[in-house]
Nanobody
Framework: VQLQASGGGLVQAGGYLRLSCVASWRIYSSSVMGWFRQAPGKEREFVAAIRWGSQLTYYADSVKGRFTISGEKATNTIYLQMNSLNAEDTAVYYC????????????????WGQGTQVTVSS
């Protein structure tokens, strides 16, 4: 069971990035896939999640309207399109899988990717 995240990098404020996360298994319809982020000295925080079966999405208030989470069932890939980036978005971004339903709590997610660094320069 492995989640492989990619797509991070350095971008100027106002720019955009798209993160990808590929699961090494067939994601079950009952699963919830999420993105979290952790900035230096801060706790890991919820960013967005998607119910795999229905593709219903949920966002943290801080990214609502700027970020879009999506899933591609054929390739078991989760995307995070990030627009209008600002310095506060700088963090390591992690993808994760939950088998306990939709949650914003990191401990509810049982599988984690290795993280990809996003740095936004102001």
């Amino acid at each position: 069971v492995q989640l492989q995240a990619s797509g991070g990098g350095l971008v100027q404020a106002g720019g955009y990035l798209r993160l990808s996360c590929v699961a090494s298994w067939r994601i079950y319809s009952s699963s919830v896939m999420g993105w979290f982020r952790q900035a230096p000295g801060k706790e890991r925080e919820f960013v967005a999640a998607i119910r795999w079966g229905s593709q219903l999405t949920y966002y943290a208030d801080s990214v609502k309207g700027r970020f879009t989470i999506s899933g591609e069932k054929a390739t078991n890939t989760i995307y995070l399109q990030m627009n209008s980036l600002n310095a506060e978005d700088t963090a390591v971004y992690y993808c994760a899988a939950s088998y306990r339903g939709l949650s914003t709590v990191a401990n509810e997610y049982g599988s984690w990717g290795q993280g990809t660094q996003v740095t936004v320069s102001s």
